[in-house]
């Protein structure tokens, strides 16, 4: 069991706008910034927001980040088939002193 | 452009060793920290190990402490996983990611991983 928690799955048209969300501590989420990455296994995961809500270059701004508190947001607008993939946020851990990953969350566009 | 490729992997028996090796290009590779992190078929990526920029700071999930060992070769640009004592549930895709900073934590701040290689795949089987 991760020590940060995000939904199994979500689902949405294409078109219309997804939120994944991505729950943790003090010791985590809380006080370090969270990084989001998108994969289709085998494949090499695609970081999507980093430091919270920045955008590497070549990242559309479909794909924003948000945080607060506790929890993190990766928001995804205008769903296209090909964002079909699963989602991991990753932050580090103060107690643990290791990185640590979400479980990931699978998007389906129906 | 950043280019990181994954070799070592392959079948290994229960007990048995495994040396994983990852080439970095098109960076300093030497600036920053490096990763090793896993997904087990039908699961989610887990994070498994880390060596900061010098090699002179390691991490180690809980799941292989004491079992896998990362090194980095700075003149030939690469990072290793050192695997004994495999067992069934270390059977996955590993692969190998850079971090964007000189360790995961600098500092009092996260640096996460910004480029990832393909993965080479573990399976550790009798």
């Known amino acids: 069991q991760s020590v940060v928690t995000q939904p199994p799955s979500v689902s949405a048209a294409p078109g219309q706008k997804v939120t994944i969300s991505c729950s943790g501590s003090?010791?985590?989420?809380?006080?370090?910034?969270v990084y989001w990455y998108q994969h289709l296994p085998g494949s090499a995961p695609k970081l999507l927001i980093y430091?919270?809500?920045e955008r590497p270059s070549g990242i559309p701004d479909r794909f924003s980040g948000s945080k607060s508190g506790t929890s993190a947001t990766l928001g995804i607008t205008g769903l296209q088939t090909g964002d079909e993939a699963d989602y991991y946020c990753?932050?580090?851990?103060?107690?643990?002193?290791?990185?640590?990953f979400g479980g990931g969350t699978k998007l389906t566009v129906l | 452009e950043v280019h990181l490729l994954e070799s070592g992997g392959g079948l290994a028996r229960p007990g048995g060793s495994l040396r994983l090796s990852c080439a970095g290009s098109?960076?300093?590779?030497?600036?920053?920290?490096m990763t090793w992190v896993r997904q087990a078929p039908g699961k989610g990526l887990e994070w498994v190990s880390g060596?900061?920029?010098?090699?002179?700071?390691?991490t180690y999930a809980d799941s292989v402490k004491g079992r896998f060992t990362i090194s980095r070769d700075r003149s030939k640009n690469t990072v290793n996983l050192q695997m004994r004592s495999l067992r069934a549930e270390d059977t996955a895709v590993y692969y190998c990611?850079?971090?964007?900073?000189?360790?995961?934590?600098?500092?009092?701040?996260?640096?996460?991983?910004?480029?990832w290689g393909q993965g080479t795949t573990v399976t550790v089987s009798s």
């Open positions: 990611a850079k971090s964007s900073g000189k360790n995961f934590l600098w500092l009092g701040v996260f640096y996460g991983m910004d480029a």
């Open positions: 098109g960076y300093t590779f030497g600036d920053y920290a």
């Open positions: 060596i900061s920029n010098s090699g002179d700071a390691t």
């Open positions: 003090n010791s985590n989420v809380g006080y370090n910034y």
């Open positions: 430091d919270n809500n």
């Open positions: 990753v932050t580090w851990d103060d107690s643990l002193s290791v990185v640590v």
